[in-house]
Nanobody, 116 residues
Framework: QLQLAESGGGLVQPGGSLTLSCAAS????????IGWFREAPGKEREGLSCISSRDGTSFYADSVEGGFTISKDNTKNTVYLQMNSLKPEDTAVYYC?????????WGQGTKDTVSS
């Protein structure tokens, strides 16, 4: 059974950093791309970044390019999202996502609050 488990969220001051983790089970990330999304209060879920299965090519939304970095450790079947220079508007619940056979799998999300 495919499962995704995000962790690493919390309260951080503006300008601070957080690293989120997404541990995948029931799937081998050597063969599937995986992405990060977020859902801010009152807003639609937004795609942030994804990383390809084989060569680790990464893609970023304009809103986070230069500030967020996606990476993965295939030995741990885990994907990370390093977030720097955080702003209050980065406050959201962050989710990882895998699409397999046309079906989207989501984790439970991890909440990130950027506030002084």
């Amino acid at each position: 059974q495919l499962q995704l488990a995000e962790s690493g969220g919390g309260l951080v001051q503006p300008g601070g950093s957080l690293t989120l983790s997404c541990a995948a089970s029931g799937i081998n990330l050597d063969y599937y791309a995986i992405g990060w999304f977020r859902e801010a209060p009152g807003k639609e879920r937004e795609g942030l970044s994804c990383i390809s299965s084989r060569d680790g090519t990464s893609f970023y939304a304009d809103s986070v390019e230069g500030g967020f970095t996606i990476s993965k450790d295939n030995t741990k079947n885990t994907v990370y999202l390093q977030m720097n220079s955080l702003k209050p508007e980065d406050t959201a619940v962050y989710y990882c996502n895998v699409n397999r056979a046309g079906y989207d799998y989501w984790g439970q999300g991890t909440k990130d609050t950027v506030s002084s």
